[in-house]
């Protein structure tokens, strides 16, 4: 499923393409085996408090979300081939490319909004 990441305190929109991974492959995958991460994508994994980044290519910034949609932690450039990256308390987990929550506003006193496409 594709949608939007906004700002939910500002309504400005932050990633335009927002992958969900809401199948078996889109969750096991991931972002692996990608050579780049465009700044204007990232992918949403709900139900997760933690990834890994084995197998992945580049680093990536990864954001733990709340059941609210409160940013938890924003752990930034994360390397590949790190075997666990979690964080207590998150329902939600956010990866991006590398320096894009940052340059997104993404901070832990930010609220974020998902806007899922209708897929009928």
Known sequence: ???????????????????????FATQTLGLLGRAHVDDDEAMWFDRCAGIHT???????DVVFVDRNGGVL??????????????????????????????????????KLETRWRSST
């Not at 939910?8 to 991974?21: K, N, Q, T, V, W």
């Open 73 to 110: 932690h924003v752990a930034g450039g994360v390397k590949p081939w790190c075997f666990w990256v979690g964080r207590s308390g998150a329902n939600s987990v956010l990866e991006l490319a590398a320096g894009n929550a940052e340059r997104c506003g993404i901070t832990p006193s930010t």
């Open 54 to 60: 084995l197998g992945m290519r580049v680093p990536i």
């Open 1 to 23: 499923m594709i949608g939007q990441l906004y700002d939910a305190g500002s309504g400005r929109l932050l990633i335009a393409r927002l992958i969900r991974a809401d199948t």
